[in-house]
């Protein structure tokens, strides 16, 4: 390709060239109870009628709606999950419960409130029934036939609930990307060690293994590399080796010790560099082969929101999902905000005000380092490079990466803003 790997790029030319290289996974066949929160391979047909049958939906009885007799004889009990050989006639009655098929002759059910018992006899109190009344017909849920869920579904609670209920075990859905996650550093130690002089704890691995976790993918390795050119190699190769994505932290900035920059340039095909987005301006994309490498800057939060700008997305189009993007809404900015020469993607809490609006306000201090910016933010606000600052109320993009918070919900996160 006839450009530089090292030339700065937009942030959409960047998830271009990731996007040219991401590709949906086969599928596989799992236990339905391991289908949750997986994604449905293909479209998925109801085989059967649910429910199966025309089904009493209160507790009460079964009659003939246009029956005129002002009370009728108790002929039979239908409970659920039985079919009781009941024939209903003019002036009879059977009593049934909720979920009970309703027995033969019947079109109705009078809820066992507007009703009175008298001797052998149901009393209705009830001057009209409607055909069909309290009755769940065959099918209302799902006709056989029908399309019940799209490929590229997510299987929440309710999809597995229909699932269930059409007996389908096991289910067929697209696999998960196997990652391995790799932070490099001689500085960095693990969070249960005390760093020596000049140390600090690892905790990019741990913000990525969770930040992969909530993506869907499946982490089959993770570890930390000194910054030695033979071990990052021989690390990197082995990882590359078995996984469809390799994420790295660390080393790809300018430094002489900066080793995963010249060891992919080495080892794989580097599709760029450089990304025109702060923070998180160093970040490498390369591939060897059908494994993707996607190299993180070192700096806590440049690695977190270069994987929620790029690697979430790519990670879900892997995994299948219909909706790969965290939705990008329009919100005001309570104060003023000061652009960089980048496009910037500043930390902020976004507020429902009540009456239709989305209100931000940005976590403090948005230094790349700083990973209290993001502890209790909801969004990235998207501000455009510029020169001038944005006057509160101007009104910007963002992604809303967590839940919306009400009016009611502090401006700022419930953290310290002295550590700015
Ligand atoms: P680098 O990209 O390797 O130049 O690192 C940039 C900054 O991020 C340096 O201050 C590193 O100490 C810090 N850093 C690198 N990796 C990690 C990590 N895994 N956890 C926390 N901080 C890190
Ligand atoms: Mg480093």
Redesign the pocket.
Known sequence: MAFSTDSLIHPDEARARIFHHVARLPSERVALRAAAWRVLADDLMAEENHPPFPAATMDGYAVIADDPSPWREIVGRQTAGSVEEIDLDLGTAAWITTGAPVPRGANAVVPVEVTSLADEHVVIHQERIDPGANIRPIGIDLMRGSLVLRSGSMIGPAEIGLLAGLGIDPVTVVQRPRVSVL???D??VEPTETPGPGQ??????FSLLAALQESGADVIWDGHGPDDAMALRRALLERIAESDVVIT?????M?DL?LIKPLLAEIAEVHFRRVLMKPGK?FNFATVADTLIFSL????VSALVGFEVFLRPALRQMQGFREIDRPRVHVLVDHEVRPSDRIEFQRAIVRADGVGALTATTTGAQAS?RLASLVGSNALIVVPAGTEPLPSGSRLDALLVGPLRGADHPRSPEVPRNAQ
């Not at 932290?249 to 900035?253: E, L, Q």
């Not at 800057?297 to 806590?300: A, F, R, S, T, V």
């Open positions: 932070s490099t550093g500085e960095l600090i704890r690892d905790s990019n691995r932290s660390g080393g790809v900035s430094g900066d160093p800057p070192g700096n806590p380092s």
